[in-house]
């Protein structure tokens, strides 16, 4: 049996096989051949829905926390006791004074003391006054004589009669010593004391003449 082929099918049946490859290169068969859908290139199944994009993170803003606003309390008010004041004593609220002269019966112009034997007046009177008379005990006083060779001493004062306000003392004479030829200065200082055992100074300076014979 001699089977005759039909030219126009032969030709048609290839231009439909040219087409399929055209429009589906990526497919293994074409008019229903196959029944796997197609593959993309990645091999992700076009049946299958990529993956959304992953979303990004929200960001929780937090705001910044109150700086805490400072409380000012109130303090009462500081009471202050002033101290109580001390009575003052006898010595506080009295003044002395002290000062030195050329003596009794000697000259009223004195500049100092002359050293024994090599001048007049060699011995001086010194006067301590006070003004709360009626409450000293007693009156003592000290010198200081600041020559090359130094030297020092003590004494007591006396009133005359009832004044007690006026304190009386002799100041010398002092021995020439040919060290201290120069002469130098005197610092004397008094102190007054009074009946409450207070005490009250002051301070006076005259000058030891030089020695020339």
């Known amino acids: 049996m001699v089977t005759v082929l039909n030219p126009r099918r032969i030709r048609s049946g290839a231009a439909l096989a040219v087409a399929c490859v055209a429009v589906l290169p990526l497919t293994a068969a074409c008019g229903g051949g196959g029944t796997e ?70 000259s009223q112009t004195f500049t100092g003391l002359h050293q024994d034997g090599c001048g007049n007046p060699s011995w001086g009177l010194l006067t301590v006054r006070v003004n709360n008379a009626a409450n000293v005990s007693s009156v003592t006083f000290r010198y200081q004589v600041r020559t090359p060779v130094p030297f020092s001493g003590s004494g007591s004062a006396r009133t005359l009669g009832n004044d007690r306000g006026s304190w009386l003392a002799s100041l010398g004479p002092f021995r020439a010593d040919p060290r201290n030829s120069a002469g130098g200065a005197i610092n004397v200082t008094a102190e007054a004391k009074f009946k409450d055992g207070s005490t009250r100074t002051a301070r006076t300076t005259t000058s030891l003449k030089a020695c020339r014979r």
């Open 37 to 106: 859908p197609p593959q993309w290139a990645d091999g992700v199944s076009a049946s299958e829905s990529p993956s959304p994009l992953p979303t990004p993170t929200d960001v929780e803003t937090t705001s910044a926390a109150p700086t805490p606003t400072a409380v000012r309390t109130s303090r009462p008010a500081a009471t202050t006791t002033a101290p109580a004041s001390r009575p003052r004593t006898m010595g506080q609220r009295s003044t002395v004074t002290v000062s030195v002269s050329g003596g009794l019966a000697q």
